[in-house]
């Protein structure tokens, strides 16, 4: 399995914890929507996994790497992990092209150009490479979003109630495209929400949380 969770636990205080014994895995290039309500506990899992938060107890590996466990715990910075956030957390005083480069500094030049290019093409933005934020729509923006995570090649994407800011109409073109372009890059994914027709529309599985667990596991069958 590509990706591996196993029995994790996590509280922020001592006695109480938010997460119980949560355990599944990932094949390689697979959709996983963590469905529940708010304080099921699904963002704190998405803090597990980018290393923002210790877990007091369990295991993660992505790609035949331990990122926490009892011995071992890799920093934040050091996962090969992609972050899309509620709000974007787009640069406002970066056009679109710096907003997708800046995790690219570990590349050259005229490398980092033709991965940026590439990423604009994938979103089908290129036209609106040298705008900035606060000129784009709440879909533009979460594409840009989108394509700066996905421009460093992470090793599993994480995505935060991505669609909670976006009105009725435009969540519906917007799930199809994330979808779309996550499966033309091949992309291992995790995202949480709190509606069903969003982990409809973009989920390969959908693990249902409730108060911290696991409940039940659904598999999307796609004609």
């Known amino acids: 399995m590509y990706v591996r969770i196993e029995d994790l636990y996590f509280g922020y205080t001592k006695n109480t914890h938010v997460l119980h014994n949560v355990s599944f895995a990932m094949q390689e290039g697979e959709i996983v929507a963590i469905l529940g309500s708010s304080g099921s ?19 993660i590996e992505v790609n035949e790497e331990t990122l926490c466990s009892a011995n071992t715990f890799v920093e934040c910075e050091k996962r090969h992990v992609g972050m899309v956030f509620q709000d974007y957390a787009l640069f406002p005083h970066m056009d679109v092209i710096k907003n997708i480069a800046f995790g690219l500094k570990h590349l050259s030049k005229d490398a980092k150009k033709g991965r940026v290019q590439a990423m604009l093409k ?9 705008a900035f934020p606060h000129e784009l729509s709440g879909g533009q923006q ?17 995505l935060d109630e991505p669609f909670s800011n976006l009105d009725e109409d435009l969540k519906t073109k917007i799930r199809h495209e ?22 409809l529309d973009i989920a390969d599985r959908i693990c249902y949380l409730e108060d911290g667990r696991i409940v039940h596991e659904e598999v999307i069958k796609r004609s």
């Open 41 to 59: 506990g699904k963002s704190t899992l998405l803090r597990l996994l980018s290393g923002l938060e210790m877990p007091s107890k369990g295991r």
């Open 122 to 130: 994938l979103i089908n933005m290129e036209e609106k490479s040298h």
């Open 142 to 158: 979460q594409r840009i979003a989108l394509a700066r995570a996905l421009a460093p090649s992470p090793d599993i994407l994480l």
């Open 178 to 199: 994330l979808r779309s372009i996550m499966k033309k890059t091949a992309m291992t994914a995790i995202f949480v929400t709190h509606d069903y027709d969003d982990a």
